[in-house]
């Protein structure tokens, strides 16, 4: 164990204690033990096998865009992905890195008028964590229109995931909380559409977005939206909109969204997460549920 916690500091790039709030959209969280950022999944693969050999946790984090770190931080290896590869082919196939941001994929897509993936125009992030945590807006997800995914398993072995194993449901696949599987590259099937139908789909995407707050620290959507509702329309008949706990406030312009207005903690993100729940329960009678990522924390979180 100590000979194995000795290699995995030799590991060509690794950082110790490196703070998680840069890596994240709400610019909170305490640092990671080990750090790893590479696109070489040789490197990535034989530090999995140390950390899990030092019987440390580890996990990935992609773009940082849906995910809460605690305070404390992360007490094993977090490993990054900073690949970038985009392949399409001509009958619709798009097979990219899980390091390539989300819109890249997308534009990519769109400029070869294959449709199906408009309506994540905006959305933030890598390839990879939209296709862990499915992410999507309104009925759809990234994940309905992946084939296959390239992992790294928990003992640094390459696997790959067929689509009918993914698991996929609303904001979900099979890889959303596992600390275990690590997605290296996803293949997604898209067919070929009119670029003038294209076209008024993006507008009309980018036309929904319009109100939600813009350049703030968040996490994109703080609730899944509960079945025929939205947890944003829930929060603001709360009353909810603008409240304050510490540093973070549900967003006085769209309530799914909760904010870092400069000097939140996660932990006061923790509580106001937990007051919007307990509010909207009491109140409503509806149970809301995170879609943010927890990292870092108890189980119990
Ligand atoms: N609403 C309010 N007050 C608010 C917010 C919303 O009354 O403060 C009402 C709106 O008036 C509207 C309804 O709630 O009638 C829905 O609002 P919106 O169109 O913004 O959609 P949403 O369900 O809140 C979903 C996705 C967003 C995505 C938007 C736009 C989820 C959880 N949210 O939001 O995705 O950007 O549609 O397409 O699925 C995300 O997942 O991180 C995210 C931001």
């Known amino acids: 164990m100590q000979n194995a916690l000795q290699q995995l500091r030799k590991i060509p790039g690794m950082l110790f204690d490196e703070s998680l709030a840069k890596h994240t959209t709400f610019q909170v969280g305490g640092p990671a033990s080990f750090f790893l950022s590479s696109n070489d999944v040789t490197t990535i693969s034989q530090a999995v096998r140390l950390a899990r050999a030092a019987e ?85 997800g990234i994940a309905e229109y992946a084939t296959s995914v390239t992992y790294l398993d928990a003992q640094g072995e390459v696997r790959t995931c067929a689509k009918a194993d993914l698991d996929v449901s609303y904001r979900y696949t099979r890889f959303k909380y596992t600390e275990t599987d690590i997605i290296l590259s996803g293949t997604l099937q898209l067919t070929t559409g009119s670029p003038t139908e294209i076209q008024a789909r993006v507008k009309e995407v980018v036309e929904r977005r319009g109100w939600q707050p813009k350049g703030a620290w968040c996490a994109g959507c703080a609730f899944k939206n509960p079945a025929n509702n939205h947890a944003g329309k829930l929060i603001d008949q709360a009353g909810l909109k603008g409240k304050k706990i510490g540093g973070a406030m549900v967003s006085p312009e769209h309530a799914n969204f909760i904010v870092n207005t400069g000097t939140a903690t996660a932990e006061d993100i923790v509580i106001l997460i937990s007051y919007v729940k307990q509010q909207v329960r009491d109140q409503l009678g509806v149970q809301l549920e995170e879609e943010v990522r927890y990292l870092g924390f108890a189980p119990s979180n």
């Open 56 to 140: 440390l946790p580890v996990a990935s984090l992609g773009g940082g865009s849906n995910v809460l770190v605690a305070d404390a931080g992360f007490p094993g290896l977090i490993i990054h992905l900073d690949s970038t590869r985009c392949d399409v082919r001509e009958d619709g196939t798009i097979d990219a890195d899980a390091g390539t941001v989300l819109s890249r994929v997308v534009r990519t897509a769109i400029g070869k008028n294959f449709t199906g993936i408009e309506f994540a125009v905006g959305i933030p992030g890598s390839f990879g964590g939209a296709l862990a945590g499915n992410a999507g807006t309104g009925g759809h």
